[in-house]
């Protein structure tokens, strides 16, 4: 077949490897690393812009700053490309691909399945009727430059209503004081917005596949990703920024599974085939607190596929259940190099690690991002545990340093004991934890 990625920032990558592994011809709309990409067979094309810098105005709005011109551009793309197979993962472009039936197999969450993503004030009020706890909104509003901070606190979370935006969290109100909020999120328009509490705890992510009402958990993970979503003086970086990603406890990873029974449930009477993640968070209080739903894989994916191309693309489908099945009694720690440049690629092929994202060929070398240089790492998934001959070869080789937080990596320490890995660190502070990885 050939298949048509329409995606985010690498939310695809070892999936289109199996594919073309497995004598598909892959595309798509990824287009910060041509070159990449070509070397793993995988075709970059650039009919489809991911990003319309231009006003509105100039054009007819579909969704989310999507032109309608769109719609002619991927009936272009299928013709000129003999697509076969469109699989869906970038939310705006549900509004495209929905927008007519292009007689071809499309698999994509639905219109209304993708606003719990997109409309965040929707998908709030969609967990609350779950029966899931949820932060308190502080204000509302229909245009976010006009943001009113004196009855906030100064701690405070600010979402957008509808526009499919970031998250970002306002660690010090007086910095609004300087420069508006619209200038620093870089968002011109007119927003409709909300603000939350900022519940203070312990961030969990559960992930799963939806498949028409079917569903299934894949991983779970503690991702401390706060950092990059904070306004300091600048707008958000990107996600993995200084990111903390580790393992939750049985205990933790249980409660955080049990919490989302019921939602998962409804959403799936909603429809639609797709990957997601729920984000909650563990209050200092011992429960849980609803934060998002990302109705799609996660930008820099890397995540080994546990199955063959087709197998997998037949599960995604079809048993939803069988991908989960993988996951069963794995686990697949992350770990986030970082403040680099050139990277050591072969490194990857060496010790068996699944291929990164986020890398072009520029003049014969492997350049981290040089497109946004907010995002100067990469996200590493492997398979058992974090292989730390990898980790200092890596960072032997290059400027790249493995990210642990506020952590003293002197104190870093791990041994494994029945084939599971125990981590121990101190803090700056002294504290002494241990916990599973």
């Given at each position: 077949?050939?298949?048509?990625?329409?995606?985010?920032?690498?939310?695809?990558?070892q999936w289109q490897v199996k594919l073309v592994e497995e004598?598909?011809?892959?595309?798509?709309?990824?287009?910060?690393?041509?070159?990449y990409l070509k070397t793993l067979n995988i075709n970059s094309i650039s009919e489809i812009e991911y990003r319309v810098f231009t006003n509105p105005d100039n054009y007819t709005e579909l969704n989310n700053n999507l032109p309608l011109t769109h719609l002619d551009k991927l009936e272009q793309v299928i013709e000129k490309y003999k697509i076969d197979l469109i699989i869906n993962t970038w939310p705006t472009f549900n509004s495209i691909i929905h927008k007519k039936d292009f007689g071809i197999d499309i698999i994509s969450a639905n219109e209304t399945s993708i606003k719990l993503e997109t409309e965040k004030q929707f998908g709030k009020m969609f967990a609350e009727k779950c029966g899931m706890k949820v932060p308190k909104t502080l204000q509302t509003g229909k245009d976010h430059r006009e943001l009113n901070t004196e009855p906030l606190p100064n701690q405070f979370i600010l979402k957008p209503s509808e526009f499919w935006n970031s998250s970002t969290v306002i660690q010090?109100?007086?910095?609004?004081?300087?420069?508006?909020?619209?200038?620093?999120?870089?968002?011109?328009?007119?927003?409709?917005?909300f603000c939350e509490e900022h519940i203070k705890g312990?961030?969990?992510?559960?992930?799963?596949?939806?498949?028409?009402?079917k569903w299934s958990f894949t991983f779970s993970e503690h991702c401390d990703e706060s950092k990059s979503k904070q306004i300091n003086g600048e707008g958000p970086t990107a996600w993995f920024t200084d990111t903390i990603i580790e393992q939750l406890t049985p205990e933790i990873d249980k409660q955080v599974r049990d919490n989302v029974v019921e939602y998962l449930n409804q959403a799936g009477k909603l429809g639609g085939t797709y990957e997601g993640s729920i984000t909650q968070m563990l209050g200092e209080d011992g429960e849980l607190y609803f934060l998002e739903n990302n109705c799609r894989p996660y930008v820099q994916n890397t995540f080994p596929l546990p199955l063959g191309g087709n197998e997998y693309l037949d599960a995604f489908r079809n048993n939803p259940q069988k991908i989960g099945d993988c996951f069963v009694g794995k686990n697949f720690p992350k770990l986030v190099l970082q403040n680099g440049k050139e990277y050591p690629v072969h490194l990857h092929e060496k010790y068996g690690i699944p291929h990164p994202t986020n890398i072009e060929i520029i003049e014969d070398k492997y350049i981290v991002n040089p497109h946004n240089f907010s995002a100067n790492g990469v996200v590493v998934v492997f398979e058992d545990e974090i292989n730390m001959d990898f980790v200092n070869e890596v960072e032997k080789e290059s400027d790249f340093k493995a990210y642990w937080g506020n952590w003293d990596i002197k104190s870093y320490k791990y041994k494994s004991i029945n084939k599971k890995v125990f981590y121990q660190r101190t803090n700056k502070r002294g504290d002494n934890y241990v916990f599973m990885g």
């Open positions: 077949m050939n298949i048509l990625f329409t995606e985010m920032e690498y939310h695809n990558l004598g598909h011809t892959v595309y798509t709309t990824q287009t910060g690393s041509p070159n010090d109100k007086k910095i609004l004081e300087h420069s508006s909020i619209g200038v620093l999120l870089g968002i011109p328009l007119a927003m409709k917005y312990y961030e969990t992510n559960i992930s799963y596949i939806m498949s028409e009402g």
